[in-house]
């Protein structure tokens, strides 16, 4: 009696990621996949720009919270009228009551306010295939609502990138994501690893976005328009912020 023995599916790069599911063709191969993209935000014979939308952060959910603690703040404000309206102004428990209603809501409401409407919903990418480089756009928001968002601008050489697809189980970001991770020249030792793209369910939308980059970048002109074409921008109220001169300049223009 024989028992057939079944080959798992190893990782071409190393070290392995823990969400690993699956190594995609390398970058200067055919691609066996239609290509294929969400939302495109500029293509031409120099530069691709794909947007990165955040999938993790419930914008509606930040305009709700403001407006929830705005009316806690009135109502923490009210009670502390009237629960002090006998005490002394330097009574140390009027003190505490006055700056929970007071200083606890308004950084928060500032925060979700800022959230929705300054933060960029987009942190797109730009291919460029004349320099043969990719340049991702990352944008930090502190904490602090009163502190200024950091933008840093990644470039990397685009023969040094491979894809995978990992699958994340956290909640809030549990979806199948596109990883692009940057190994030493001529190896498959990572260096670093960031995200391409993200979707929920559609792990096959991934594959079908990696195809359409590298046929962009193999010099393809056959790629097909988006799959929704005019409907990228409609439901956010900002874009990202411009890119630095600098990399503007170069990430749009010829060697």
Not at 72 to 97: E, H, N, P, Q, R
Not at 106 to 121: D, G, Q, S, T
Not at 122 to 129: K, T
Request: proline share 9%.
């Amino acid at each position: 009696m024989s028992f057939m023995q079944f080959e798992y599916p190893t990782p071409r790069l190393h070290p392995k990621h823990n969400n690993w599911c699956e190594d995609l063709p390398e970058n200067h191969e055919p691609q066996l996949v239609p290509p294929q993209l969400r939302w495109l935000t500029e293509r031409n014979d120099i530069y691709l720009e794909v947007p990165r939308y955040r999938i993790e952060v419930m914008w509606g959910g930040m305009l709700l919270s403001a407006f929830l603690s705005l009316a806690c703040a009135v109502l923490s404000l009210i009670l502390a009228f009237v629960m002090t309206a006998g005490l002394k102004w330097y009574d140390l428990y009027g003190i505490l009551i006055w700056l929970w209603a007071g200083g606890f809501f308004p950084p928060l409401i500032l925060y979700c306010l800022k959230m929705y409407f300054v933060e960029p919903r987009s942190l797109p990418i730009r291919l460029n295939r004349k320099r043969q480089k990719l340049y991702v756009y990352n944008y930090k928001q502190p904490w602090q609502p009163w502190r200024k968002a950091i933008t840093r601008i990644s470039v990397y050489n685009w023969a040094d990138i491979h894809g995978e697809v990992h699958f994340e189980s956290t909640p809030g970001i549990r979806g199948y994501h596109l990883y692009g991770a940057l190994c030493e020249p001529g190896t498959h030792q990572v260096v670093e690893r960031f995200v391409l793209a993200k979707e929920w369910g559609e792990r096959e939308q991934l594959n079908q976005i990696w195809s359409y980059l590298c046929m962009y970048m193999q010099h393809d002109d056959e790629l097909p328009p988006p799959r929704n074409a005019g409907t990228a921008d409609f439901w956010q109220p900002r874009k990202a912020d411009a890119w630095p001169e600098a990399m503007e300049r170069e990430s749009t223009s010829t060697p």
